[in-house]
C-alpha cells in the first residue's frame, strides 16, 4: 500500500530566462561577496500542466489560482518552510502562462545567488497548500480509494490504460 502521508511537491525541469548573463562567473562572485551585487533576478517555469513522472496534478480550472498564489512567498531551497535557512528570496511573480506557471525569483542570499552561478540552481519544486485530493481513475477522494499512485487501471470512455494520478484541490 502506497504511503498516503506524503508531501505534495512537483519536480519540474528548468527553463530559465537570465536577466544576468553567467558569462562572467568570476566577476558576479567578486560582487557577490562584496555585497555590490545584491540580488539576482531569473524567470523559470515551475510547472507544466499534463501528465508528470510524480503522477500529481491539479484541475484545469484551478490553476490560474494556484499558479498566483505563489506571489510574494519565500523561495525555498527546499521544502522545509519554517527553516529561515531554506529561504533564498522571494517569489517575485507567478501566473499561469498556457499551460506553464512561470515565476520571476527574486535571490537575495549569498548561499542562493552563488548557487545559481554556478548553475546549480537548475530545477525547482513546488509545494502547495490542499483541501483534498481526488482520484483521477474513480474521481472520489483519494484517501478513500483503493488505487495507486502511477499504477496503470482500465479506465475512461475507452477503457484504456490509464495511470493513477492524484488531482490536488
Known amino acids: 500500500m502506497e504511503d498516503r502521508s506524503i508531501l505534495p511537491q512537483l519536480l519540474s525541469e528548468p527553463c530559465l530566462a537570465e536577466n544576468h548573463p553567467k558569462a562572467d562567473r568570476a566577476v558576479m562572485l567578486k560582487q557577490i561577496e562584496s555585497g555590490e551585487l545584491a540580488s539576482i533576478d531569473f524567470d523559470a517555469r515551475?510547472?507544466?500542466?499534463?501528465?508528470?513522472?510524480?503522477?500529481?496534478?491539479?484541475?484545469?480550472?484551478?490553476?490560474?489560482?494556484?499558479?498566483?498564489?505563489?506571489?510574494?512567498?519565500p523561495f525555498l531551497r527546499d521544502h522545509d518552510a519554517m527553516n529561515l535557512s531554506s529561504r533564498d528570496g522571494i517569489i517575485l511573480s507567478s501566473a499561469l502562462d498556457g499551460a506553464s506557471i512561470m515565476q520571476k525569483n527574486q535571490l537575495t542570499t549569498r548561499q542562493g545567488m552563488t548557487d545559481?552561478?554556478?548553475?546549480?540552481?537548475?530545477?525547482?519544486?513546488?509545494?502547495?497548500?490542499?483541501?483534498?485530493?481526488?482520484?483521477?481513475?474513480?474521481?472520489?477522494?483519494?484517501?478513500?480509494?483503493?488505487?495507486?499512485?502511477?499504477?496503470?487501471y482500465k479506465a475512461g470512455p475507452n477503457s484504456q490504460e490509464l495511470p493513477c494520478e492524484l488531482i490536488f484541490t
Open 46 to 73: 515551475v510547472f507544466v500542466y499534463g501528465h508528470n513522472r510524480n503522477h500529481l496534478t491539479f484541475y484545469e480550472q484551478d490553476l490560474p489560482a494556484l499558479a498566483s498564489s505563489f506571489k510574494n512567498k
Open 116 to 152: 545559481y552561478i554556478e548553475s546549480r540552481i537548475d530545477r525547482f519544486s513546488i509545494s502547495w497548500e490542499y483541501e483534498d485530493i481526488h482520484c483521477s481513475i474513480c474521481r472520489s477522494s483519494w484517501f478513500a480509494c483503493s488505487h495507486v499512485r502511477g499504477r496503470k
